[in-house]
Structure formats: structure tokens, C-alpha cells
């Protein structure tokens, strides 16, 4: 079953603009990722962050935890037209060797 | 370059009909996920084996099956496929070896039942 719900479902911001992308989950989790997916490809790793941080930066991505709401979001700075994707949350419910998706939020950057 | 492969792109299948799919990874990963993922919703996943020990979900159907023959290798078999069972499949591998596991998808398998 899936780990939880990411808001908001879809997303359509000018290139250039910011994308938050907001993720919460239901159980106790080491860390928490998210995830790239072209339309009909597989899943890619954009980044991990664990659940004693509360905050973490990969290039133009910033994500941040909280865990007392059981939250995440992720923010893509600068956008840019090749950010046209689905965007999917993980975590791991504790187990180290599972992973559950939340509902994912298409986000379409117009050129 | 080091990497899932899952083949076919495409696979058409009859109602009823078994199917195999496949995956093989080149990561020498210790474990081996499929996911089903049906159109705009979030990967389900269905199974995974740590090494050759296999983690079922408690609501997978009875109707898929996996096996894993070798560390490379690992398939996925739907015995009599409904129409309900067309989705895109994914394998996915992590290492297994800590607590930052990430995953590494194949493309994927779209699957379509007439």
C-alpha cells in the first residue's frame, strides 16, 4: 500500500519560477527521498534525507523534514522546462530495505 | 555503464494468458524490487528479495509471482493475467548493505492485456 500523500497533485509554473512539492507519511521512517519520473520511464534518485535532519540541498533542490508532522517538502529553484516530470516522496517505514511512494505531483514547466 | 535492464519495453498479453517479465542488473545489488505502477498513480510495490530470500506484500494476488535464479537476474510471472493487471512494471535494485539505500530503476515493462 502506498506510504502516503503528496500535494499538490499537479503543478504548472513559468520557467524560471520555484516548485514546491509538499509529501506527508503516516509511519516511523529512517529517511525519506525523492524521486524523478519522465513520462513512461523509470524512476530516478534526486535525493535522501534522513530522519535526523531537517534540511538538505542538492544543487538547485532544497528539501526539508519534519518529522513531528510526519512532512516533507521538496523546492526546485530556477526551473527550467527539462524539470517537466513527476515527482514522487519515499520513505522506508523503518525498514531499511522498503519502499513505499506517496501519489506524486506532475509538474509542468512552461518555456 | 552499470545498470538495470528490463526487457521488453512493451509486452501484449491475452486475458488468462501467463507472461514473464524480466529484469537483470549489472549493480551486483543484493536486493531486487518489482513495482507495479498503473497510469498517474505511485509505484505499489509488489515484492522484493533480499539475496535470495523472498519479502512478499501482504496485498499482492496470489496471481504474481517472482523469481530470482541468480544475483543478476530476477523475474516477474503473472500466471493468468486480467485486464486489471495492465501497468507498468518496474525493477528496481538498492545494495542492501546500510541505512542511506537508495533505489535504481530499470525503464520499465508496460504490460497491456487484451
Known amino acids: 500500500s502506498q506510504q502516503g500523500e503528496e500535494d499538490p497533485q499537479a503543478l504548472s509554473i513559468q520557467e524560471g519560477e520555484n516548485a514546491t512539492m509538499n509529501c506527508s507519511y503516516k509511519t516511523s521512517i529512517n529517511n525519506l527521498q525523492w524521486y524523478r519520473q519522465n513520462s513512461g520511464r523509470g524512476l530516478v534518485h534526486l535525493i535522501l534525507?534522513?530522519?535526523?535532519?531537517r534540511e538538505k540541498h542538492s544543487g538547485r533542490l532544497r528539501v526539508t523534514l519534519d518529522t513531528s508532522k510526519k512532512s516533507s517538502s521538496l523546492l526546485i529553484t530556477a526551473s527550467r522546462a527539462a524539470d517537466t516530470a513527476s515527482y514522487f516522496c519515499?520513505?522506508?517505514?523503518?525498514?531499511?530495505?522498503?519502499?513505499?511512494f506517496g501519489t506524486g505531483t506532475s509538474l509542468t514547466v512552461i518555456p | 555503464d552499470a545498470m538495470v535492464i528490463q526487457n521488453p519495453r512493451y509486452q501484449v498479453t491475452q486475458f488468462g494468458k501467463p507472461v514473464t517479465l524480466s529484469c537483470s542488473q549489472t549493480l551486483n545489488h543484493n536486493v531486487m524490487y518489482w513495482y507495479q505502477q498503473k497510469s498517474s498513480q505511485a509505484p505499489k510495490l509488489l515484492f522484493h528479495y533480499y539475496d535470495k530470500d523472498f519479502n512478499n506484500e501482504a496485498d499482492t494476488p496470489d496471481n504474481f509471482q517472482s523469481r530470482r535464479p541468480n544475483t543478476s537476474f530476477c523475474f516477474l510471472d503473472i500466471r493468468s493475467p486480467g485486464l486489471g493487471d495492465a501497468a507498468m512494471y518496474l525493477c528496481?535494485?538498492?545494495?542492501?548493505?546500510?541505512?542511506?539505500?537508495?533505489?535504481?530503476f530499470g525503464s520499465g515493462t508496460q504490460l497491456s492485456v487484451l
Open positions: 534525507i534522513r530522519s535526523n535532519e
Open positions: 519515499a520513505t522506508d517505514r523503518g525498514s531499511g530495505n522498503q519502499f513505499y
Open positions: 528496481a535494485t538498492s545494495r542492501g548493505q546500510g541505512k542511506d539505500e537508495k533505489l535504481f
